[in-house]
């Protein structure tokens, strides 16, 4: 990697480049793209850590997360959230339920409808996997501020399909009134 990266640069070169009026070229958006593959690899590097000792992966602390943020959650809601099909999802839900970290229950409603919710256990495994990424933005929105963070925000909310954006940015800021 080159010298040229953002711990090489001084903070107001960093934004400087960012108030670039050419970001929309070739250059600027092949960079977005790999700050985006670096940031993620990064977001994802702690959590991944503590998966991997427990023979797990990404698949499992999606589905631990989103479960943990919607208990009882139905099987197929858990399915259209995280757009996998239902194979996939019961090979990450089987391992977490025989382990403990996920309770599978029927609906009181429809008895063949499986209700999701975390164990005890559970919402301790998702929290230490939660902790880890929070602590990451924490220091990250600190140093860059809250105009960055806003426009952060923003960029990532306009990345998401026009057509799931509405309901994504309803259920991500449901319980705030943060919505950008």
Wanted: hydrophobic fraction near 40%; charged fraction near 30%.
């Amino acid at each position: 990697m080159s010298d040229a990266g953002p711990s090489a640069m001084p903070k107001a070169t960093m934004r400087r480049q960012g108030d670039d009026r050419l970001f929309l070229t070739g250059q600027k958006l092949r960079e977005g793209a790999e700050l985006m593959f670096f940031a993620y690899r990064a977001f994802t590097s702690d959590p991944d850590r503590i998966l991997n000792e427990r023979g797990y992966g990404r698949a499992h602390h999606r589905a631990l997360h989103f479960i943990g943020r919607s208990p009882g959650i139905s099987v197929a809601g858990l399915l259209d959230l995280l757009a996998i099909t239902k194979q996939s999802l019961a090979r990450v839900l089987r391992p977490l339920v025989e382990d403990g970290f996920v309770d599978s229950v029927p609906g009181e409603r429809d008895r063949r409808q499986r209700l999701l919710t975390l164990t005890d256990k559970g919402r301790d495994f998702e929290g230490a996997l939660a902790e880890a990424q929070r602590e990451r933005l924490s220091r990250a929105f600190r140093a860059a501020g809250p105009e960055a963070v806003a426009g952060f925000r923003e960029v990532m909310a306009l990345m998401i399909d026009e057509r799931d954006r509405d309901d994504i940015l309803r259920m991500v800021y449901d319980a705030s009134d943060e919505a950008p």
